[in-house]
């Protein structure tokens, strides 16, 4: 069992940058693999990044890669999604996820998902 509050999100200006952030909390959090997705309006949720509980990563698309920054600290339950040069197609919202493992989270399938918190950048 595990409950995931994400935060951070809000506007931003188009070449601006924003740190998101989900406390995980609940039963053996280290062994999860942790994530962020992201779902725009009218498109189908996306794979934004994971990170294994040993600090491993897979990210997304080309669009996010050298921008973002998955990142985790187990000691303080907490995962993070440093987004820089933010582009007005960044804009959605996005959920923290945990799953089993980061090939499956890769996949688009994990176990438990936070409400999301909404990033809106303006152009």
């Known amino acids: 069992q595990v409950q995931l509050v994400e935060s951070g999100g809000g506007l931003v200006q188009a070449g601006g940058s924003l740190r998101l952030s989900c406390i995980a909390s609940?039963?053996?959090?280290?062994?999860?693999?942790m994530g962020w997705f992201r779902q725009a309006p009218g498109k189908e949720r996306e794979f934004v990044a994971t990170i294994s509980w040993s600090g491993i990563t897979i990210y997304g698309a080309d669009s996010v890669k050298g921008r973002f920054t998955i990142s985790r600290d187990n000691a303080k339950n907490t995962v993070h999604l440093q987004m820089n040069s933010l582009q007005f197609e960044d804009t959605a919202v996005y959920y923290c996820a945990a799953g089993t493992g980061i090939r499956t989270m890769r996949g688009g399938t994990a176990d438990y998902w936070g409400k999301g918190t909404l990033v809106t950048v303006s152009s």
């Open positions: 609940g039963r053996s959090f280290t062994n999860y693999a």
